[in-house]
């Protein structure tokens, strides 16, 4: 996957998540490997780990890394990077490396969940999260997961069987809990009950939208975007349609940090032929 922007060398993006830490390298202006781990204790160790993972799968040696730009809760630990920069400008930038047009963003992580405006150039024009509680995000429908006794990547899918729609009266992590008991306990069908949950979701991020207004196209990004029961929800609440992912939706954050490297590369670049054209100039 080449980009517009390509710059010669090896740039990479790293993105250290509450539950996960992804990788992604460019080189000369290709994704050439990326990464995913679990997130350390240690933001510092996870995040070195996964750029040795990414590296890796890229057959990079780290001596050839121009520059490394981190993003993510955990990026202030990152002293191996040249730069840091915030989740929701990385997720910005990756939606606009992969997809131009993106004027909207859905991002669903583990702890938070954010509604972003972008602009053409794939800068932030404004956004909303929710950062308070864990309802809406990727360690709520852990919860639901644990709680149907099904692996979360099939909690989503599950909720396609539905033949209606159960509607929860919380988003509330603890309230759903003990609301999804007792509705199993009256013999509702569990998909009915999970497709219920990813609406009450999809509501609580409508809620984020209301305040910063969407407009087509719409990105999906964040862990949360490979479940299909989400995504569908999500078109149903907001009535919109968005776009069919073509890089795994879980490393949005760190391809855009891997871009901001890349630009730092350019502007290395022009700043060297800039030198070279006034030292030509005063021979």
């Known amino acids: 996957m080449t980009n517009s922007n390509a710059v010669r060398g090896v740039y990479v993006g790293v993105d250290v998540g509450s539950l996960g830490t992804k990788s992604v390298v460019i080189r000369d202006g290709e994704i050439a490997g990326f990464a995913i781990v679990p997130s350390h204790l240690n933001s510092e160790e996870g995040g070195l780990a996964v750029l040795a993972?990414?590296?890796?799968?890229?057959?990079?040696?780290?001596?050839?890394?121009n520059h490394i730009v981190s993003t993510g809760y955990?990026?202030?630990?990152?002293?191996?990077?040249?730069?840091?920069v915030t989740e929701i400008t990385c997720h910005?930038?990756?939606?606009?490396?992969?997809?131009?047009?993106?004027?909207?963003?859905?991002?669903?992580g583990g702890q938070d969940c954010k509604a972003?405006?972008?602009?053409?150039?794939?800068?932030?024009?404004?956004?909303?999260?929710?950062?308070?509680?864990a309802a809406g995000t990727g360690r709520f429908l852990e919860v639901m997961a644990s709680l149907f006794k099904v692996p979360i990547a099939k909690l989503g899918e599950l909720s396609?069987?539905?033949?209606?729609?159960?509607?929860?009266?919380?988003?509330?992590?603890?309230?759903?809990?003990s609301e999804t008991i007792s509705?199993?306990?009256?013999?509702?069908?569990?998909?009915?009950?999970?497709?219920?949950?990813?609406?009450?979701?999809?509501?609580?991020?409508?809620?984020?939208?209301?305040?910063?207004g969407i407009e087509s196209d719409v990105y999906f990004s964040g862990g949360v975007a490979k479940n299909k029961g989400m995504r569908k929800a999500l078109e149903e609440v907001l009535?919109?349609?968005?776009?069919?992912?073509?890089?795994?939706?879980?490393?949005?954050?760190?391809?855009?940090?891997?871009?901001?490297?890349?630009?730092?590369?350019?502007?290395?670049?022009?700043?060297?032929?800039?030198?070279?054209?006034a030292a030509s100039a005063a021979e």
């Open 53 to 65: 993972e990414a590296l890796a799968n890229a057959r990079i040696d780290r001596s050839q890394v």
């Open 74 to 84: 955990g990026r202030i630990s990152a002293s191996y990077a040249s730069k840091t």
């Open 92 to 108: 910005a930038k990756g939606a606009n490396y992969l997809f131009p047009n993106v004027r909207t963003i859905i991002d669903i």
């Open 116 to 133: 972003i405006r972008v602009e053409g150039d794939g800068s932030v024009a404004d956004f909303a999260m929710n950062d308070k509680c």
């Open 160 to 177: 396609l069987e539905a033949d209606t729609l159960v509607p929860m009266s919380s988003t509330c992590t603890v309230f759903v809990e």
């Open 183 to 212: 509705l199993l306990a009256r013999g509702e069908k569990p998909q009915n009950i999970q497709a219920g949950i990813h609406h009450a979701i999809a509501q609580r991020i409508a809620g984020l939208f209301s305040r910063v």
């Open 239 to 277: 009535k919109v349609k968005i776009v069919e992912p073509v890089f795994d939706p879980q490393l949005t954050g760190a391809l855009g940090a891997a871009a901001f490297a890349q630009a730092l590369g350019a502007k290395e670049a022009r700043a060297k032929e800039a030198s070279l054209v």
